[in-house]
């Protein structure tokens, strides 16, 4: 089949944009391509409670999908778990909802943040903030310290260096708290 002049030009008219867009996206083609997998993490409450009364809560990774393990952590103090959430300074669990979360820990001189600080950051509106990932070196050793200001304590050293290693590594998407 031949085209005129003409006809070429039409054509021609109709056909460079959508070589433009078949170039400029080429993501967008086929509607079989599959769906990457990615990293994330969520943080629910056990029916665990520690010497003290607080309340254990998991922490739970998936790389690319797959459930990796579980953390035990602890979040808020015994008598803070039933505060209003949304307040900030009064030491209750951060609020549900999801966060982002940092890539790297920064130092912390602070004892009970026990020097390794990783930082999450909530993706909806909350009058709180500097919430993150530590160790509580005071789990179950000082009741009147035992527990967090409403960051995700890790009860370990060896639990804490395994987690921000995944994090580091696999780079999560999301940390979602469900923890009602």
Not at 2 to 19: D, V
Not at 27 to 50: C, W
Not at 143 to 158: L, M, Q
Request: charged residues 25%; contains cysteine; positive net charge.
């Amino acid at each position: 089949m031949f085209f005129s002049r003409s006809q070429i030009s039409k054509i021609g008219i109709l056909c460079i944009p959508l070589l433009i867009s078949c170039s400029v996206y080429p993501h967008m083609g086929n509607a079989t391509d599959k769906i990457k997998p990615y990293s994330y993490l969520t943080v629910e409450k056990s029916d665990e409670f520690n010497k003290f009364g607080n309340p254990i809560f998991k922490v739970s990774i998936y790389e690319n999908g797959v459930h990796k393990g579980d953390f035990k952590t602890v979040i808020g103090r015994a008598n803070t778990q039933m505060l209003d959430r949304s307040i900030p300074g009064n030491h209750s669990p951060l609020p549900n909802g999801k966060y982002s979360v940092d890539r790297t820990w920064v130092y912390s001189p602070t004892y009970e943040i026990g020097e390794k600080f990783l930082p999450i950051y909530p993706l909806f509106n909350t009058r709180r903030s500097e919430f993150g990932f530590h160790l509580d070196p005071s789990f179950e050793k000082d009741k009147k310290e035992d527990g967090t200001a409403g960051c995700i304590g890790i009860i370990s050293i060896e639990d804490r260096d395994k987690l921000f290693n995944f994090i580091s590594r696999t780079q999560p998407r999301y940390l979602e708290v469900n923890i009602k």
